[in-house]
């Protein structure tokens, strides 16, 4: 009979369903999305989980969120320019840009949650050639003709454009005070 609690414990935690492992508690959640911007913004700055969830209600004209994409654990802090595009890119929608937009993104990406810097819509982002990590950053979003003379490559060593030939570029901006911050697969 000694086996059969050794098997028992396994069976009962296999059948459990993985969203009462993987949830968050929603204070988890705020304190990821704050994390993502300056207090001076994000105590105030409304804050909604990526499936549209309010979470807590603000007061200024931010809007930070605990992940990036669904699950990804990469925070950010936008502005209402920000937000519009980050909409036009779940519903793959055009978007234009009449304005500067700005988003915080302080504690950058966990290891593994980088994106392609061609495309938001990639089939397979860990593995896209064109891959990339940035650690802490802002990014701001510029009518696309003045995104002319900053590379588009992460590795430059300073501001690049990420989804360039898209309708949603923006510029990536590290701010990490030490150490390469950009990973990539090349
Ligand atoms: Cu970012």
Known sequence: MKSLSIVLPLVVTAVLPVSSIA??????????????????????ATIIDTDGTL???????????????????????????WMKMMQAIGSKSDFVADRIGISYMLQGEP????????????????????????GPHLMIIV???????IPTDPN??????????TPYAHIMLPVSLKGKQVVTNK
């Open 23 to 44: 949830d968050e508690s929603k204070q988890t959640k705020i304190e990821r999305a704050m994390s993502a911007a300056p207090s001076s913004i994000s105590e105030n």
């Open 55 to 81: 979470l807590k209600q603000g007061t200024n004209d931010w809007t930070c969120l605990p992940d990036t994409m669904p699950g990804d654990k990469a925070p950010l802090c936008n502005d209402e320019t």
């Open 111 to 134: 290891k593994g949650s980088g994106v392609s810097n061609a495309t938001p819509h990639h089939a397979n982002h860990k593995h896209a050639e064109d891959y990339v990590e940035t």
């Open 143 to 149: 009518p696309k003709n003045l995104l002319q003379g």
């Open 156 to 165: 430059s060593g300073g501001p690049y454009v990420m989804w360039g030939d």
